[in-house]
C-alpha cells in the first residue's frame, strides 16, 4: 500500500481518510466536484491522462475504479485515440463514468452493453469502440449480451470490472460473489448449494472462436496494476488492428461491501479472490 | 422521376420504406408474423451497403439501435407483440436519452404467447407507453401495404425532428397481405440530418455524452418538462385522421389499421340501406384525433368503435367524447376478425 501510494497509478482521487471515508460510506458525499484546473495535479504531483477530467471522483476509499478508469485514459492517450474513441457506460458503480471520462460516452441499459457497443461499432467501424461493465452487468443480466458480442467476434473492447458484489445497490452477491462470502442477500455466505458457484464467464467466453484476446489481470498491488495497464493497452490494440473481440477481466476492490480496510481488501483479492480467478492470459490469438 | 408499382406483403413494404428513409441500420429477432420484415431488411441493408444483425434476443436488438442511433445513423428494429414486451426497457431508454428510431410491431394474438393471428391487443402498450417513466411517441396505424410504406418513411424523418422513437403499429393481417404498392420517392433524395449531438468521437468538439440517468436534485424534473413540451409539439403538429361522411352521420364508426377497411366496407352497406353512417380512423394513435372526434359530438350522437382487442382505443374515445354522446364498442380477441356483417349487425341495432 505504501508503495502504492507513491504510484503514478494511483487512482484520481488523493490522499484520503480511509477510516473516515469507510465509515461515511459513499452515499453522502457528493458525485464531483471539479478540481484545480491545471496539470499536473494532485498532492502528490502526480500528472493526469488528458483523456482523464480533472474531477474529484466519487467512489468509496480503496475502490479500484479510479484505478481502472485511469488505466484505460493512459492507453487511450498513448494510441492518440482520445478523438475516435467511444465509451460505453454500465448500470452499476461506473454508470456514470462519463463524468471522469473526456470523450463521447454513453451510458447503456443494465447488462445491454454490448449490444450498445455493437450497434455503434458496426455503425462507426473506424471508432474505437469499448465497453466498461461489472460483474452484475456483464455476468449476470447480461450474460446473453456478452456471450453473443464475443461470438460474433464484434471488434469491440471490453473491460470487466469483477469485485464480488453489486456496490451500487448496497452490497448483494453478484454471480461471481466467492463461496461463503458474505453479502447483503447472502447474510450466512454464500452457499454453493443453494446459489450455485461463482461464474468463471471469462472462461467460458476464452472458448468462443470469435474471442480473439482474454486476460484476468487485477489492481491490488503496484505490480499487478502494471500488468493490468499491459493488458488494458493490449486490448485497444487488438481493435485498432482490426483482430477482433478483447476481453480483459480486472479484479478490484470493494472495501466498502467487503467489510474491509483498503489494504485488507487488497489483501484479500492476493490470498483469496485470485486463488479461485487466476491471474493472467486464458487466449490470445 | 416515374413511379413504380410493385406488388408486396405490408412487412416488405415496410422494409422498403425504411430503405427509402435512408435507414442504414436494422437489428431483429425472428417472430411470426413479421418475418417477412427481418427477411427483407436482411436482403436489401446487404444490397445498399447497410448493416443488419439478426440479435440474440429482442433485448439485444432494441440496444443495438440505440446504439446505432447514438451514433447518429437512422436505425429500425421491429417485431411482433411479445417481442416488443421486450423490448419496452430499451424504448423507455431511447425515450429518456432522446435518440431517434423505429419500431414495428405486426401484432398478433395475446396475452402469453397467444397466436399468430392478426390483433390489436397492443394499443395500450404503444400509445399509454408500455415502457417505465413519462414518455410519448408517434404511433402511426397503417391501414394498407401502401400505408406501412409511407408512415415508416415518415417516421424516420419525425423521429429525427424531435429525437425521439416513433412506433408502427401494425398486425399480422396488413404485414401478411400481398397489396400492389406504389413508390413515389427514392433514397437518393434523402439528406443527411445534421445530428451534432451523436457520438462519432469528440475530434474538434467537446464530447458528447448520451444519457438518461439524472441524478441532480430538480434536474430529472426539469429534462422531464423539457420532455413535455416535446411531446405538446408533436401534439399540435402530428396527430392525422381519415374521415369519410362524417358530416351528415347519426352514427360514426371509429377504428384503425386493418379493422378500419372492414368498418369502411360496412359502412358503405349500412349506407346502401339509408343509414346515415361515417368513419373516423386515426392515423396517429398517439397523438389522438381527440378533437376532431369531440368536434363530430356537436352532430353525431352515436359511436361505435370497432377493435380486434377487448376494448382499449374505445377508452379515448370515450375521453374525447366526454360524455356527450353515446359510445358502443364491438370487438373480437385473440386473432379473430370482425366481419362487415357482424359490424352491420352492431349499426342496425343502434340505428
Given amino acids: 500500500m505504501k508503495k502504492r501510494k507513491k504510484s503514478s497509478l494511483r487512482g484520481p482521487k488523493g490522499r484520503s481518510n480511509l477510516k473516515k471515508e469507510i465509515a461515511s460510506g459513499a452515499s453522502s458525499r457528493p458525485f464531483f466536484r471539479k478540481g484545480g484546473a491545471s496539470r499536473p495535479r494532485n498532492d502528490g504531483g502526480v500528472s493526469l491522462p488528458a483523456s482523464l477530467r480533472d474531477v474529484e471522483n466519487h467512489y468509496c476509499a480503496g475502490c479500484g475504479h479510479g484505478i481502472i478508469h485511469r488505466l484505460i485514459c493512459e492507453a487511450i492517450d498513448e494510441f492518440g485515440i482520445r478523438e475516435r474513441v467511444i465509451g460505453v457506460a454500465p448500470v452499476g458503480c461506473a454508470v456514470i463514468a462519463y463524468d471522469y471520462w473526456d470523450f463521447d460516452v454513453t451510458e447503456a441499459a443494465h447488462g445491454r452493453t454490448p449490444a450498445v457497443a455493437t450497434g455503434i461499432k458496426r455503425v462507426l467501424p473506424g471508432n474505437i469502440v469499448f465497453t466498461y461493465q461489472g460483474d452484475g452487468d456483464l455476468a449476470a443480466i447480461g450474460t446473453s449480451e456478452i456471450i453473443h458480442a464475443a461470438n460474433r467476434g464484434e471488434n469491440i473492447t471490453v ?87 478483447s476481453i480483459v477481466e480486472v479484479l478490484s476492490m470493494c472495501p466498502t461491501y467487503w467489510g474491509m480496510t483498503p489494504i485488507q481488501a487488497a489483501d484479500r483479492i492476493k490470498n483469496e479472490v485470485s486463488t479461485f480467478y487466476p491471474l493472467g492470459v486464458i487466449k490470445s490469438c | 422521376m416515374a413511379m413504380r408499382k410493385l406488388l408486396m406483403c405490408g412487412n416488405e413494404a415496410c422494409g422498403e420504406g425504411a430503405i427509402l428513409a435512408g435507414c442504414k441500420f436494422y437489428a431483429g429477432y425472428p417472430i411470426t408474423p413479421q418475418n417477412e420484415l427481418t427477411a427483407y431488411m436482411a436482403k436489401r441493408l446487404n444490397e445498399t451497403d447497410g448493416v443488419f444483425i439478426q440479435a440474440e434476443s429482442e433485448l439485444a436488438a432494441i440496444n443495438m439501435v440505440f446504439g446505432a442511433a447514438a451514433a447518429g445513423e437512422r436505425a429500425m428494429t421491429s417485431s411482433s407483440s411479445p417481442g416488443i414486451s421486450l423490448k419496452q426497457e430499451g424504448i423507455s431508454y431511447l425515450a429518456g436519452c432522446e435518440l431517434p428510431a423505429v419500431i414495428v410491431n405486426i401484432q398478433r394474438g395475446g396475452p402469453g404467447l397467444g397466436n399468430i393471428a392478426p390483433s390489436q391487443g397492443d394499443y395500450f402498450q404503444a400509445v399509454k407507453g408500455g415502457g417505465h417513466g413519462d414518455y410519448k411517441m408517434i404511433v402511426f396505424a397503417p391501414a394498407s401495404a401502401q400505408e406501412l410504406l409511407d408512415h415508416t418513411y415518415l417516421a424516420f424523418d419525425l423521429a429525427d425532428k424531435y429525437r425521439n ?110 343509414l346515415k353512417v361515417g368513419l373516423i380512423r386515426p392515423v396517429t394513435l398517439w397523438p389522438f384525433p381527440d378533437k376532431l372526434i369531440g368536434e363530430a359530438c356537436a352532430r353525431t350522437k352515436k359511436f361505435l368503435v370497432v377493435e380486434m382487442s377487448s376494448g382499449q382505443m374505445v377508452e379515448d374515445v370515450r375521453l374525447a367524447v366526454n360524455g356527450r354522446a353515446d359510445v358502443e364498442f364491438y370487438g373480437r380477441m385473440g386473432g379473430g376478425i370482425p366481419s362487415e356483417d357482424e359490424i352491420l349487425q352492431r349499426i342496425e341495432a343502434l340505428a
Avoid at chain 1, 470469435?210 to 499491459?230: F, I, N, P
Avoid at chain 2, 420517392?185 to 457520438?199: C, G, I, Q
Avoid at chain 2, 403538429?237 to 381519415?242: F, Q, S
Fill in chain 1, 159 to 245: 473491460i470487466f470490472v469483477n469485485n464480488g458484489v453489486y456496490g451500487m445497490t448496497g452490497g448483494q452477491m453478484a454471480p461471481t460473489t466467492l463461496a461463503g462470502q458474505k453479502t447483503a442477500t447472502t447474510p450466512g455466505g454464500r452457499s454453493l448449494r443453494r446459489e450455485g458457484y461463482p461464474l468463471k464467464i471469462l472462461e467460458m467466453i476464452a472458448v468462443l472462436p470469435g474471442a480473439k484476446y482474454v486476460e484476468r489481470v487485477s489492481v491490488h498491488s503496484a505490480q499487478e496494476t502494471l500488468r493490468a495497464k499491459r493488458a488494458i493497452h493490449k486490448a485497444f490494440k487488438m481493435q485498432i488492428d482490426n483482430k477482433g473481440f
Fill in chain 2, 165 to 274: 422513437p416513433v412506433f408502427i403499429l401494425g398486425d399480422g393481417l396488413i404485414g401478411q397481405m400481398m397489396e400492389p404498392i406504389e413508390i413515389r420517392a427514392t433514397s437518393d433524395e434523402r439528406r443527411a440530418t445534421s445530428k451534432p449531438w451523436a457520438l462519432t468521437g469528440c475530434r474538434g468538439r467537446k464530447p458528447n455524452i448520451i444519457k438518461s440517468l439524472i441524478l441532480a436534485e430538480g434536474a430529472l424534473e426539469e429534462h422531464n418538462k423539457k420532455l413535455q413540451e416535446k411531446f405538446n409539439a408533436m401534439k399540435s403538429v402530428e396527430t392525422r385522421a381519415v374521415t369519410h361522411n362524417i358530416k351528415d352521420s347519426d352514427i360514426i364508426l371509429v377504428a384503425y389499421g386493418s379493422v378500419a377497411r372492414i368498418a369502411k366496407a360496412a359502412m358503405e352497406k349500412a349506407r346502401a340501406r339509408n
